[in-house]
C-alpha cells in the first residue's frame, strides 16, 4: 500500500469536490473527537478575515482563521532510558521513588505508571493515556 497524499499539499481551489471521509488516499487533520475533516481547506481560504479561532464547518473542530486546519491526532511517545527526562517533562511528572525506570505522573486521583518500553498518547484534548509495552514491567513497578 501506497502512503496517503497529504491533503496539505492540495491547494482549496483543486480541492472543491473532495469529500476527505471517503477519499482514505488522502490525510485529513482530525478533530476533537478523532474524526477526519471532511474538507479542511475552509480556515486557509479565511485570509484577511479577523484573527481568531471558530469552529470548522466541516468538522466542527476549534481553528484559525487564515491558516491551515488544526490536527487534534494524537502524540504518542515511547519511554526510554534516553528520553526519560524529557518524557517526564511533557507529561508533567517525575520518576518513581523507588524506580528510577518507572516514570508517575498525574494527580493523586488518576496516577499514571509508566516504564520503560511503553507508550504514552496525548490526545486532542490533552489527556495522557499509557499503551503498556509487551515486556513485562519491573518487579518493583507498581502499574
Known sequence: ???PRPWTDI?????????LRERLDITAPLNEMGERCAW???????????LG????????AMVMAGMPHLDYSPE??????ANFDEIAEW????????????????DTDDTGYACIGDVIRRDGYGEFTILPSAQPASKDATR
Open 1 to 3: 500500500m501506497t502512503n
Open 11 to 19: 491547494e482549496p481551489a483543486d480541492a472543491t469536490e473532495l469529500d
Open 40 to 50: 479542511p481547506w475552509e480556515p486557509q481560504q479565511l485570509v484577511g478575515a479577523p
Open 53 to 60: 479561532q471558530y469552529r470548522c464547518g466541516y468538522c466542527g
Open 76 to 81: 504518542e511517545r515511547t519511554l526510554t532510558e
Open 91 to 106: 507529561v508533567g511528572g517525575g520518576p518513581s521513588v523507588s524506580d528510577r525506570r518507572v516514570l508517575v505522573f498525574g
